[in-house]
């Protein structure tokens, strides 16, 4: 499946990992570009030798092109977006505020930049400062959130810019992905159904929660402080959505949620750790190696889109 995303980085599948924090690591990132896709390891808030490690651990499992997301609020972005500049990575996704210091030597380095946008006066912004494809992520996406949803946010970035757009959030299988490319999109980022494969490194008890979810088990914290995330509900959330309804500080609900994704990554702690996964979670049904879940993907979209309507 060619499109323009495929052609600017070299894949055969127009098919982006999502570079989600503690879950999106070399093997996970290695399995995906094997894969035909482009796998993303996800710095998050990790110090930068650990980002060099990763890197060099993806180069030896393929040879295929591959991403680093870097998060640029973490207290190691700028370690790290040197670190990318040094390993000459090919891609680099950021999200949380503007990379537009890193560009030039990025540009240098010969890497591709794609930023996560949320809105289209980002967008534009990014595209002024260099970037080379955007990500229109969705309030369907799990994590850190925006308010518009997928099916809004990218017909109208497809618009205002003129570099091609990846669509994120609420895309777990083909339909997603031909409704994507009906939005103007020219390929999807894909978070949660990764998590659900037998690639990625994260407790057995995280995959089932999200294979298990039903289509109300989605939950939204911290609306009211301004940084929403979405996860699966449990008594975490419980607990963090009546401590916000009553109007605790805001120092106090941080508590409640330090370290509460690595419970649930790492120690497979579903009941009071963040099972950060979004609203597609209610659409998975099973634990797949990346390989197979890419040749679903794109052979139900191309089904779709010759329109047979085909639901399996």
Known sequence: MKTAITEL???????????MAWVAENCLAAAVSEAGGLGIIGAASAPADWVREQIRLVKEKTDKPFGVNIMLMSPYAEDVARVVAEEKVPVVTTGAGSPEKYMKMWKEAGIKVIPVVASVALAKRMERCGAD????????????????TTMVLVPQIADAVSIPVIAAGGIADGRGMAAAFMLGAQGVQIGTRFVASQEAQVHENYKNYIVKAKDIDSRVTGRSTGHPVRALRNQMTKTYLE??????????????????????????????GSVMAGQ?????????????????????????????????
């Open 243 to 272: 401590k916000e309804q009553a109007g605790v500080p805001f120092e106090e609900l941080e508590l409640l949620t330090l370290g509460s994704l690595r419970k649930a990554v790492v120690e497979g702690d579903v009941v009071n």
């Open 280 to 312: 597609s979670a209610a659409m998975i049904h099973d634990i797949l190696p990346c390989k197979e879940i890419i040749e679903k993907l794109i052979a139900q979209a191309e089904t779709v889109m010759k329109g047979m309507g085909n639901h399996e």
């Open 133 to 148: 494809a955007l990500v229109a992520e969705g309030t369907e996406a799990g994590g850190h959130i925006g308010e518009n």
């Open 9 to 19: 980085l070299n894949i055969e599948a127009p098919v982006i990992q999502g570079g």
